[in-house]
T-cell receptor, first 112, second 115 residues
Framework: KNQVEQSPQSLIILEGKNCTLQ??????????LRWYKQDTGRGPVSLTI?????NTKSNGRYTATLDADTKQSSLHITASQLSDSASYIC???????????FGGGTRLMVKP | DTAVSQTPKYLVTQMGNDKSIKCEQN?????MYWYKQDSKKFLKIMFS???????INETVPNRFSPKSPDKAHLNLHINSLELGDSAVYFC??????????????FGPGTRLTVT
């Protein structure tokens, strides 16, 4: 059964600090892995997409890593801002990439 | 200039009623989706349409019926609403190409509450 697990479920950090969110998956076959940011009351917005051959990708202060051998990914946020408060969802795409398996998300709260 | 829009944003209704949620995208994409986000925040795909044709239909009660009048619209009609249908429903769209990966763009969601 395809599954995506994320940790921690929730995280509170102070503004300006860095943090790392984890994602483990058992999706097969693997096509790509995405990280989405979901603000409260909004739809998910894509941060990064990585294919099998990519092991790191950055989008501003967000840096995602992928280890396809261990089926793990992380999202590192540097110099956090209040606007980073949101849920971060790891999503793995299988086969042709049309089927997405979503993780439950990590709820991040950045406090001043 | 909203890319993917949904109406209504909030929907409160009683058990047994029939309701519809509308979705429109102005991105020129040929594939649209409906997702359900439950109380545990997991998003699960319900339907996918490509060029007005159903290509994915996950295990969803047949009370749910998607309708795609054209490539830019994918509406979701729900009959005989039940308490368990309460959730946030997201519409999304993407371009289905032979290469990849492609990107899915999500609407703002419709929060359905069945009382």
């Amino acid at each position: 059964k395809n599954q995506v697990e994320q940790s921690p479920q929730s995280l509170i950090i102070l503004e300006g600090k860095n943090c790392t969110l984890q994602c483990n998956y058992t999706v097969s076959p693997f096509s790509n892995l995405r990280w989405y940011k979901q603000d409260t009351g909004r739809g998910p917005v894509s941060l990064t997409i990585m294919t099998f051959s990519e092991n790191t990708k950055s989008n501003g202060r967000y840096t995602a890593t992928l280890d396809a051998d261990t089926k793990q990914s992380s999202l590192h946020i540097t110099a956090s801002q209040l606007s980073d408060s949101a849920s971060y969802i790891c999503v793995v795409s299988s086969n042709a990439g049309n089927m997405l398996t979503f993780g439950g998300g990590t709820r991040l709260m950045v406090k001043p | 200039d909203t890319a993917v829009s949904q109406t209504p944003k909030y929907l409160v209704t009683q058990m047994g009623n029939d309701k519809s949620i509308k979705c429109e995208q102005n991105l020129g994409h040929d594939t649209m989706y409906w997702y359900k986000q439950d109380s545990k925040k997991f998003l699960k795909i319900m339907f996918s349409y490509n060029n007005k044709e159903l290509i994915i239909n996950e295990t969803v009660p047949n009370r749910f019926s998607p309708k795609s009048p054209d490539k830019a619209h994918l509406n979701l009609h729900i009959n005989s609403l039940e308490l368990g249908d309460s959730a946030v429903y997201f519409c999304a769209s993407s371009v289905l190409t032979s290469g990849g990966p492609y990107e899915q763009y999500f609407g703002p969601g419709t929060r359905l509450t069945v009382t």
